[in-house]
């Protein structure tokens, strides 16, 4: 079974959760179910079944890898947390801002290596063409 990247797995939890960060209000008598719209709490038992692996795998990746790679301390000490337990909250909270910020990097990334790919093909296909071309002018 092959692991999950960064970008599948958090491309799915932009597509599972992106409505729930979009309709928080602050507005008297909405009920929002969390505190702050920054933070969206998520399961990763739900993502795990989704991806086909274990929850702890999903967990470990935000937990352990992600949050120490994305999560940062400002200047003045004061932590930016990617993945955390929120006071309240009963799952684990995505800061859901810099989530997107780090997939929209993600798939940049990708991106730019697909392209590389296919420039790559197209110049071995030609490459094999001039080949052949070479080849039968000259027998």
């Known amino acids: 079974m092959k692991t999950p990247t960064d970008l599948k797995i958090l491309r799915l939890i932009y597509k599972l959760y992106y409505e729930e960060f979009k309709n928080f209000s602050k507005e008297a008598g909405v009920e929002n179910g969390r505190k702050s719209k920054i933070f969206v709490p998520i399961d990763c038992k739900l993502i795990a079944r ?32 990617f993945y955390t337990p929120i006071a309240g909250e009963l799952n684990r909270c995505i800061n859901f801002p810099m989530l997107a910020s780090v997939l929209a990097g993600l798939e940049e990334e990708n991106s730019k290596a697909q392209w590389a790919i296919y420039l790559s093909l197209c110049a071995t296909v030609v490459s094999i063409i001039a080949i052949v071309v070479t080849w039968v002018t000259k027998g």
Do not use: P
């Open 50 to 81: 989704e991806l086909n692996v274990d929850a702890d795998i999903v967990f470990g990746r935000l937990y352990y890898d992600m949050q120490e790679r994305f999560g940062y301390t400002r200047q003045d000490g004061s932590k930016v947390a």
